[in-house]
Nanobody, 129 residues
Framework: QVQFVESGGGLVQSGGSLRLSCATSGFTFEPNAIGWFRRAPGKEREGVSCIDRDGGTYYPDSVKGRFSVSRDDEKKMVYLQMDNLIPEDTAVYYC???????????????????????WGQGTQVTVSS
């Protein structure tokens, strides 16, 4: 059974930091790119970062320079370090993938996986002003 379990969310003031964790199981982790996504109230799910099997990363402009993604293939974990948080970052955050091995992280992969991928239940991040 494929599982993604996100944790580490919470309430933080503007300018603060959080580190999200994603525990995975039930699929072959190492070849897959893993993404972080978020859904704010009233908005569609959007990708905020991804990391591929070679450690290549991609970030949209909205989070570039503030978010940093990493992975531990041995533990089958993915992490998202979020710094200098702003109220617009408030959302439920998910990790997920499309199970296509050896893909390269880019905006296209994030966009498609945000719509057609598989994710966990998410963890709430709330940034107060």
């Amino acid at each position: 059974q494929v599982q993604f379990v996100e944790s580490g969310g919470g309430l933080v003031q503007s300018g603060g930091s959080l580190r999200l964790s994603c525990a995975t199981s039930g699929f072959t982790f190492e070849p897959n790119a893993i993404g972080w996504f978020r859904r704010a109230p009233g908005k569609e799910r959007e990708g905020v970062s991804c990391i591929d099997r070679d450690g290549g990363t991609y970030y949209p402009d909205s989070v570039k320079g503030r978010f940093s993604v990493s992975r531990d293939d041995e533990k089958k974990m993915v992490y998202l370090q979020m710094d200098n948080l702003i109220p617009e970052d408030t959302a439920v955050y998910y990790c997920g993938t499309d199970f296509s091995p050896a893909v390269t992280c880019n905006s296209g992969w994030l966009r498609l996986t945000a719509r057609f991928g598989s994710w966990g239940q998410g963890t709430q991040v709330t940034v107060s002003s």
